[in-house]
């Protein structure tokens, strides 16, 4: 019989092995200490770098306590306008100086009540005469300037031409040589051209805006009615308070002084005036060198603008022209020989002098407007030649007058 062998396995029985994780990681102290080991590392370095960036310490850096504040660069980019506007300013900004006047009015009960007023004024020479506009002064019965730096002196009212809407007014800085702005050429300028208003709008001294010139030879109502030519029209913001201070070129001349705006609601809507520098600098000389505007005299009084309805009513031999209505005796426009009317027609409830001169041309322009003849005689100078063309009696004659100072 065959016998029956059992083989029996003596071999280390197998352990069970673990379970490996859902997310795919086996876990592993090795890997666990290399992690930790990467992260002080990345910790030290850190530490490292930190220290070389702050050191060495500058002398105005805060060593403990206060944090740092990062400061704009030195050297700021600027564009090239922006460099004209910043030395424009710098420049002329100290000769702007801000004009209080005090004017004495009623009120309901007959009480007299001291109002304020305040403006902008231009310092034209060292010893403290200062351009502005007539409307700013008028009427005060006192006047204070205050400068850029704050100091405040009172002013004397030197003179005026309120159909300019020019005036003077002077301070005493004793032996403080006051900054200026000298007066460019305002026959020159172009629309278009960039131009800088500096003034006290609203009483914010000092106030830069800026903007191009818009029109040229415009023409405004001075507040006594008379007509004001060749005004400078700019985009320039220009509010109440800018009456009476500089519209500057683009070096920092004087070519215009601020004198109104246009607006509904009084204030900039973008079209604001200014009376051409050339215009206030000679009040300004006159004033200076005389106390007084030196006017040129012609003598003549104008009745009326001829247009074709009134030349065809009154039968004239033109359809445009002056009437003369009246010449002073003696005065440059009779010595010269110019006719005055002769007879009066009544037209409704008018009375319209006729039989006289009608001046049709002066100095190779048309004659139109009694304002513009008027505003172009008054900018000649006491000496200078008139030449007038005339109808009488339907011939064509030409008269030389020599104008005189107006008498005072």
Known sequence: MKEHTTEIDTAKPKQPALSTPAFGWRFSFAKVGKLAGF?????????????VWQWPLSPEQPTSGTPTVLAAPENAILTPDEKINITIYQKTSPAVVNISSTVLSMDMFSNVVPESGSGSGVILTPDGYILTNAHVV??????????????????????????????????????????TIEVGDSSR?????NVYAIGNPFGLNSTL?????????RTLKARNGRLMEGIIQTDAAINP????GPLLDSAGHLIGV????????????????????????????????????????????????????????????VKKGLMVSRTVQNGPAALAGLRQASKVLVVGNRRIPVGGDIIVAYDGQPAESADRFINHVEFKRPGDLLSLRVNRDGKLLTLSVKLTERPR
């Open 258 to 317: 601020n004198t109104a705006i246009f607006s509904p609601s009084g204030s900039s809507a973008g079209i604001g005036f200014a009376i051409p520098a050339n215009s206030a600098r000679r009040i300004a000389e006159d004033l200076i060198s005389y106390g007084r505007v030196i006017r040129p005299f012609l003598g003549v009084e104008v009745g009326m603008e001829i247009n074709p309805y009134l030349a065809k009513a009154l039968d004239l031999p």
């Open 209 to 217: 805006t800026t903007g191009v010139i818009s029109s040229l030879g």
């Open 138 to 179: 008028e009427d005060s019965q006192q006047l204070e300037v205050t400068l850029l730096d704050g100091k405040a002196y009172k002013a004397k009212l030197i003179g005026g031409d309120v159909s300019k809407d020019v005036a003077l007014i002077k301070i005493e800085p004793g032996e403080l040589k006051l900054p």
């Open 189 to 193: 300028l172009q629309v278009g051209q």
């Open 241 to 244: 308070g800018n009456s009476g």
């Open 39 to 51: 992260s002080l590392c990345v910790t030290l370095l850190s530490f490292l770098m930190s220290c």
